[in-house]
C-alpha cells in the first residue's frame, strides 16, 4: 500500500515538473530576444555613437565580437534612430563585385536589403522611414516630378545598416573595407 | 505540508529541466525553418520577421548578423556526407559544385562561428580565387597536414563547422529545394 502511494507521489511530482519545465522553456525561449544583451545591436552599440560609420574589424581568429563572419567580405554599419528624422544612407557600390546595403531593426530582423545590382551611378541609396515620415513626405510630393528616392518603410524607430563589400582576392580587401568606410548615415529633418 | 514540498520539488526540477533544455536548443541554434540539405544546414527565414522563436533566440545568443535574402545564403555543415561529425583529426575532400551565385566563399570555424587560426593564416576560400579543375570543379582539401591545391587547415583540436556562403544567388528564395548534388560534396579522406 505504501509503496503503491509512493509511486503516485513521484508521477505526480515527474507530471508537475514536466509541466513547469516546458512552461520555464517556452517563457524563456519567448523573452529571451527581448533581453537582447548578446544581440548583433548590443555588441554594435559600444562601438561609437548613432548615424557615425564605423567599420567592422575583418573577420579572424582574434576579432570575437560578431560570429559567422566572412573573412572574404568587409563591413561598416551605422546605427539610427529615426525619432531624430528619416535617415538618408548612401554607399558606393562602383567596385566590380558584390556589395550590398542591409538594414536591420533593433530587435534583429532584417526589412530590407539591396544589392550593388541596383545601385544608380555607382550608388546604393535608400532613405529609412517611419510609417509616419512617410506620410508627411508624401503629404509634400510633388505630383509632377516622379520621386528619386528609394523609402524604406521601417516599423521600429531603432536599428542598424549594415553595408557590405566582397573582396575578390585577399590583397583586394583593403579596397572592399575602403569602400564601406566611404558609407555615410545622416538623419534629415522631419517634413511637416 | 506535505503537498506543500511535493509542489516545491516538482517546481524545482521543472525549472532546472527547462532551463537545461533553452540552453541545448539554443546551443544546437537550430530553429523549426532550418532546412537540411546532404551534410548543410540552412535557415532562410533567420534574421527575417517570420523567424519562428527558437531561430530568434539562437540569433540574439550568438550575436551574428545573418545575410538578407537579398544579400545570400549561408549554409552550415557540421558533418561530412555520411552524417559523421567533422573531426579535427580527419582529412576531408570538399567540393566540386555549388549553386549558382555570382560568387561563393567556403570558411572553416570553430563551434562558436569564428575562424581558426592556423600557421597558413588560411581562413576561408572565395569563388573568385580558387584554382579549379578542367571541367570548371574545385576540391578543397580541409586538413590540418598541409595539402597541395586548395588546402583549408584545420588550426586546432576543436570541434569546428565548414560555412558556405552564396552571394547574389538565384536560389535564396528557395533555399530548402535546392538539391543535394547542387550541394559541395563533404567526403572524409582519411583519420589519424
Known amino acids: 500500500m505504501n509503496i503503491r502511494r509512493r509511486v503516485i507521489d513521484i508521477l505526480a511530482i515527474a507530471f508537475g515538473a514536466a509541466m513547469i519545465a516546458t512552461l520555464v522553456h517556452i517563457v524563456a525561449i519567448l523573452i529571451i530576444p527581448l533581453y537582447a544583451t548578446h544581440d548583433a545591436f548590443a555588441r554594435l552599440s559600444p562601438l561609437g555613437p548613432i548615424n557615425a560609420t564605423i567599420a567592422l574589424a575583418q573577420s579572424g581568429p582574434r576579432e570575437r565580437l560578431i560570429p559567422f563572419g566572412d573573412p572574404a567580405v568587409a563591413g561598416a554599419f551605422c546605427r539610427f534612430d529615426l525619432r531624430a528624422g528619416p535617415l538618408r544612407v548612401k554607399g558606393p557600390a562602383n567596385l566590380a563585385s558584390f556589395a550590398s546595403l542591409s538594414f536591420h531593426t533593433r530587435r534583429g530582423s532584417i526589412f530590407y536589403a539591396i544589392t550593388d545590382k541596383a545601385a544608380t551611378r555607382g550608388m546604393l541609396e535608400a532613405l529609412v522611414v517611419t510609417e509616419d515620415q512617410l506620410r508627411a513626405l508624401a503629404a509634400k510630393d510633388d505630383e509632377d516630378t516622379p520621386v528619386q528616392d528609394l523609402r524604406i518603410v521601417s516599423n521600429a524607430k531603432e536599428g542598424f545598416v549594415l553595408m557590405r563589400a566582397l573582396s575578390e582576392e585577399p590583397s583586394l580587401y583593403p579596397s572592399a573595407e575602403n569602400a564601406v568606410r566611404a558609407l555615410t548615415c545622416a538623419s534629415e529633418p522631419i517634413p511637416n | ?192
Request: glycine fraction near 10%.
Open chain 2, 1 to 192: 505540508m506535505d503537498t506543500l514540498i511535493k509542489a516545491l520539488i516538482a517546481c524545482v526540477i521543472g525549472l532546472v529541466v527547462g532551463l537545461w533544455a533553452t540552453a541545448l536548443s539554443l546551443r544546437n541554434a537550430r530553429g523549426f525553418d532550418a532546412a537540411t540539405i546532404g551534410a548543410w544546414t540552412v535557415s532562410e527565414k533567420a534574421g527575417t520577421l517570420e523567424a519562428d522563436p527558437y531561430t530568434r533566440a539562437a540569433l540574439e545568443q550568438s550575436g551574428e548578423i545573418p545575410l538578407a535574402l537579398g544579400e545570400g545564403l549561408q549554409f552550415i555543415a557540421r558533418t561530412d556526407d555520411t552524417g559523421a561529425a567533422l573531426s579535427p583529426s580527419c582529412a576531408y575532400l570538399v567540393g566540386r559544385t555549388t549553386p549558382p551565385a555570382r560568387y561563393w566563399t567556403l570558411s572553416l570555424v570553430d563551434r562558436l562561428g569564428f575562424p581558426v587560426a592556423n600557421a597558413a593564416a588560411r581562413y576561408g576560400f572565395r569563388s573568385s580565387e580558387i584554382q579549379r579543375g578542367a571541367d570548371g570543379g574545385f576540391i578543397i582539401a580541409v586538413s590540418s597536414s598541409p595539402h597541395s591545391g586548395n588546402w583549408l587547415p584545420i588550426g586546432s583540436k576543436g570541434r569546428f563547422a565548414l560555412v558556405l556562403r552564396l552571394y547574389d544567388s538565384p536560389v535564396s528564395a528557395t533555399a530548402a529545394a535546392i538539391d543535394k548534388d547542387a550541394l559541395p560534396r563533404i567526403v572524409r579522406e582519411s583519420c589519424l
